[in-house]
DNA sequence: AGCGAGGAC
C-alpha cells in the first residue's frame, strides 16, 4: 500500500524538475490531499472521542480505509503523546512496520526517527523524540519483558490482527492484562520501569476481518468501530465442476486469460518450489506450440527461498506487449504487493504446518484455503484497478471452506512462547486467557520439554539462571540451551555459528536445472561429520574471505563482495546475510550475560559431543532395513535427501528437525557415537544402557 | 534413491 505510494512520489519528483522550495510546497499539497481523500479522513472526531470513551476498540476496515497511517496522527493531535507517551502501532511483518513508518514520516514533514520512527530486530530508527513507533509484534514482546507495564506507551494499537500470529495473540492477552494491571495502579501512585509515571493503557485492535466479534467478546464486549475501505472491484468467478487437476486447470485458466482478456498481468497461487518451477517449465512448453504473435506470455517464479535478485524479476514491468503471469506461494497473499496485476488465479489450496506435540513432529500438508484466504487472494487483483478472480474450484465448494485459517498459536510447538510467558511473570499457562486456547496437550509438552532443557525447575518456575538466560535470547530454547553448554564445553563461538545457521532457512540454493552443478561446486564446504559442521565451515569460509579483502571499507562494497562470493558457491546469501546479523546480535547476549566466547579449535570430537549433550531429545538411530527410529518418539524416518549425510546413512544422529512431508524426514543431522547419549544426557537415557 | 508454505525476536 504505502510502498506503492512512496514510489510514484518519487518518479513524480523527477519528472517536474522545480525549484526545492516550490517542489516541496506541491508535495505537500499532495499529501495533504491524499490524506484528506481517505476513507477514514472523515471519522477523525468520531474516532478520536471512541478512543476516550473506551479503553479498548476494535477498529474493522479493510485494505485502504487508511486506518493504519491516520489513526496513530489523529492521536498525536489528539493528545495522546503528552508528557513523552507515545502510541505504538505493531505490524506482523518488518517490511510493513518499515515501510509504514517512512510514509508516516513523509506525511508529518519530519525526518524518520523524530517524532515518528520503527523498531524492528537489528534496525532500530527511534529516538527520545520518538512518538509514533512502528514495530513488529515480536518486537513489543521482546520489550515487555525488560518493562512489563509497557509504561512508556499511552496507546498500543495492534495491526492486522485477523491474522492472528502467535505474536500477535499473546499480545492479546499480554495487553489485557497489562491494562488491567495499569489502571489498578492508577493515579500514578506505584511508578513502572525507572520511575515512570504510570497512567491507564488504551487499546486498540485492529482487524480487517468481517467478524471482529471475536475480538468483541475476547475483551468483554468491547466496542467496534467500522471504517470504509477502498479497493477496486474485483469480479469472481468458479469452475462449474470441481476440478480433479488443479495445476492442469491452473495452466488453462491462464492461457484462457491470456487469449481472451485485455492487458494485466495474472497472479497465480501454487503450493511450493517444486510445483511452481514445473508450471513455469509446462507454460514455457505450452508457448511453443502457440502463433508466434499469441507468445507473449513470460512466467515468473516467486517464493521465499528464492534468491532475491530472482523474488526482484517479478516487480520489472513485462516487456512491451508481453503479458507476465506470476507463480507464486502464499508470499504474494500479504509479503509482497505485486504491481500491475489485474488477474488472480486461485488453486484453492496452500501448504499449510501443523504440529504433533506427542510425537514432537511437524507436518507440511496442502490443505484448501480458508474464504478469508480465498478473499484475500482474489483482492489481488484490484489494487491498482478492477480486476477478475478466477478460483478452480465451484462456489459451492467456496461456502464449504473454514471461515478463517486456524491461528497458528493452536498449531505450533509452544516451547519458546511458553517460556517468554514465564519470563513475563506468567506461572499458570494452563489458567492463562489465550483467545484461543493451545491444546492441554501442547501446553504440558512444551512445559516438560523446557523442564528437560533445564529452563524450569521441578515446580515449573524459572530456573535461575540458566532459564532467565534462555528467555532473554531471541532463540528458539533448544538453540539457547545449547549456547549455555556450549560455554561449558568450550565452543561457545563454534555454536553460535551452527544456532545462527540453524535459525535461518535455504542457506543453500539448489535450483532444479542446475542441482548437480549445485552439488559439485560446494563439495569442499562438506564435512563427513554432518551438516552442522558443513555450515560452520561455509560460515567460516565467507569470514575468511571477507577478512582478505577487508581494505573495502564500505559496507556497500562488502556486501557485493558477499553476493558474488554466494553466487559461485550456491549459497542463498539473503539467508547467509540473515546468519551473520543473527551471531552477532546473539553473540552480544552471551558476552553481557558475562560468558566468555572461546573457541575449540579443531577439536571437532568435543564440538560434537556438545551437540549430543544439548539436541539429545533430537536423537535417531539406523536400523537393519536403513530408515531410522527417532529415540524420543519411536517414530520411523528417513534423512532428508538435501542432508548431506544423506547416502553415508551412520549408526547414530543427532538431527535438528523432524517434519512430515512425502515422508517423515530427519534434516540438518551430525554423526554422533550412541553411548554419548546415556553417558551426557544421563537424566534422559539412564535406561538405555 | 530423491526434496520444505509464510512470518518473527
Redesign the pocket.
Known amino acids: 500500500m504505502a510502498q506503492g505510494e512512496l514510489k510514484s512520489s518519487v518518479l513524480n519528483r523527477k519528472r517536474n524538475p522545480k525549484s526545492p522550495v516550490a517542489s516541496r510546497s506541491s508535495k505537500r499539497q499532495k499529501i495533504a490531499e491524499h490524506r484528506k481523500s481517505l476513507p477514514i479522513a472523515s471519522e477523525e472526531e468520531r474516532l478520536i472521542e471512541a478512543v476516550q470513551k473506551n479503553d479498548i476498540l476494535i477498529i474493522v476496515g479493510e485494505t485502504g480505509s487508511g486506518k493504519t497511517t491516520q489513526l496513530p496522527q489523529f492521536l498525536f493531535n489528539a493528545g495522546f503523546c503528552r508528557e513523552g507517551k507515545m502510541v505504538g502501532i505493531t505490524q506482523?511483518?518488518?517490511?510493513a512496520?518499515l515501510t509504514i513508518a517512512k510514509r508516516v514520516a513523509e506525511e508529518c514533514d519530519v525526518r524518520l526517527g523524530q517524532k515518528v520512527g520503527y523498531s524492528?530486530?537489528?534496525d532500530d530508527t527511534t529516538s527520545s523524540s520518538t512518538r509514533l513507533k512502528y514495530?513488529?509484534?515480536?518486537?513489543l514482546?521482546?520489550e515487555a519483558l525488560v518493562d512489563r507495564l509497557l509504561s512508556r506507551y499511552s496507546v498500543i494499537i495492534i495491526d492486522e490482527a485477523h491474522e492472528r500470529?502467535?505474536?500477535t495473540d499473546v499480545l492479546l492477552a499480554l495487553l489485557k492484562k497489562v491494562q488491567r494491571e495499569r489502571s489498578e495502579i492508577g493515579g500514578g501512585v506505584l511508578r513502572g520501569c525507572q520511575g515512570r509515571k504510570v497512567s491507564p493503557l488504551k487499546l486498540i485492535i485492529m482487524s480487517a476481518s468481517l467478524d471482529a466479534r471475536v475480538f468483541c467478546d475476547y475483551y468483554g464486549g468491547a466496542k467496534d468501530f467500522r471504517v470504509e475501505g477502498r479497493q477496486f472491484d474485483v469480479d469472481i468467478f468458479y469452475t462449474v465442476h470441481p476440478e480433479t487437476d488443479y495445476v492442469d486447470a491452473a495452466l488453462n485458466t491462464i492461457f484462457q486469460i491470456h487469449s481472451e482478456e485485455e492487458e494485466g498481468d495474472i497472479l497465480v497461487f501454487l503450493?511450493?518450489?517444486?510445483?511452481i518451477e514445473s508450471v513455469e517449465r509446462l507454460v514455457q512448453e505450452k508457448l511453443k506450440h502457440l502463433p508466434e504473435d499469441e507468445r507473449k506470455l513470460l512466467p515468473l517464479a516467486i517464493?521465499?527461498?528464492?534468491p532475491s535478485e530472482q523474488q526482484m524479476r517479478v516487480f520489472a514491468p513485462a516487456p512491451i506487449g508481453f503479458r507476465k503471469v506470476v507463480l507464486a506461494?502464499?508470499?504474494a497473499e500479504t509479503?509482497?504487493t505485486i504491481p500491475g496485476i489485474r488477474y488472480v488465479v486461485d488453486s484453492g489450496v496452500?501448504?499449510?504446518?501443523t504440529y504433533d506435540p506427542n510425537k514432537g513432529m511437524?507436518t507440511?500438508d496442502v490443505v484448501p484455503v480458508s474464504k478469508a484466504q480465498a478473499i484475500q487472494r482474489s483482492g489481488r487483483a484490484g489494487r491498482d484497478g478492477y480486476g477478475k478472480s478466477f478460483h478452480l474450484y465451484p462456489e459451492r465448494d467456496f461456502w464449504k471452506l473454514e471461515d478463517s485459517t486456524k491461528p497458528?498459536i493452536k498449531?505450533?510447538n509452544l516451547s519458546?512462547v511458553i517460556l517468554q510467558l514465564k519470563a513475563l511473570g506468567i506461572d499458570d499457562i494452563l489458567g492463562f486467557d489465550f483467545i484461543d486456547k493451545p491444546s492441554r496437550s501442547a501446553i504440558v509438552k512444551a512445559l516438560a520439554e523446557l523442564h528437560l532443557l533445564g529452563a524450569l525447575t521441578d515446580d515449573c518456575k524459572l530456573a535461575k539462571p540458566a532459564g532467565e538466560q534462555m528467555a532473554r535470547l531471541?532463540?528458539?530454547p533448544v538453540y539457547s540451551r545449547a549456547l549455555i553448554l556450549a560455554n561449558q564445553f568450550n565452543c561457545l563461538e563454534e555454536m553460535l555459528i551452527i544456532v545462527a545457521m540453524l535459525?535461518v532457512?535455504s542457506i543453500f540454493y539448489?535450483p532444479r536445472q542446475k542441482?548437480e552443478e549445485a552439488?559439485t561446486s560446494r563439495n569442499h564446504f562438506v564435512s563427513v561429520e554432518g551438516d552442522h559442521l558443513t555450515y560452520l565451515s561455509v560460515y567460516r569460509e565467507l569470514d575468511e574471505f571477507l577478512e582478505e579483502r577487508k581494505a573495502e571499507k564500505s559496507e556497500a562494497k562488502v556486501e557485493k563482495i558477499m553476493r558474488k562470493w554466494c553466487k559461485v558457491n550456491f549459497v542463498n546469501s539473503r539467508s547467509l546475510k540473515h546468519a551473520r546479523d543473527i551471531y552477532r546480535q546473539i553473540r552480544g547476549n552471551v558476552e553481557q550475560m558475562g560468558f566468555n566466547v572461546s573457541s575449540c579449535g579443531n577439536d571437532m570430537l568435543e564440538y560434537r559431543r556438545c551437540i549430543a549433550a544439548s539436541f539429545f531429545l533430537k536423537a535417531a538411530q539406523r536400523q537393519m532395513d536403513g530408515t531410522y527410529r527417532a529415540l524420543e518418539s519411536g517414530e520411523i524416518v528417513?534423512i532428508?535427501?538435501?542432508s548431506v549425510l544423506?547416502?553415508s546413512k551412520p549408526e547414530c544422529v543427532i538431527f535438528d528437525?523432524l517434519?512430515q512431508?512425502?515422508?517423515k524426514?530427519i534434516?540438518?543431522l551430525t554423526r554422533i557415537d550412541p553411548l554419548w547419549l546415556a553417558e551426557l544426557a544421563p537424566h534422559h537415557y539412564k535406561t538405555e544402557e
Do not use: W
Request: net charge positive; aromatic share 8%.
Open positions: 506482523p511483518r518488518r517490511i512496520a524492528v530486530r537489528f514495530m513488529t509484534d515480536g518486537f514482546l521482546r500470529t502467535v505474536h503450493t511450493g518450489q517444486e510445483e517464493f521465499s527461498a528464492l506461494t502464499n508470499i509479503s509482497i496452500v501448504k499449510a504446518r511437524e507440511l497458528e498449531r505450533c519458546n531471541p532463540l528458539e535459525s532457512e539448489d542441482r552439488r528417513h532428508h535427501p538435501s544423506f547416502r528437525e517434519m512431508t512425502s515422508q524426514y534434516n540438518n
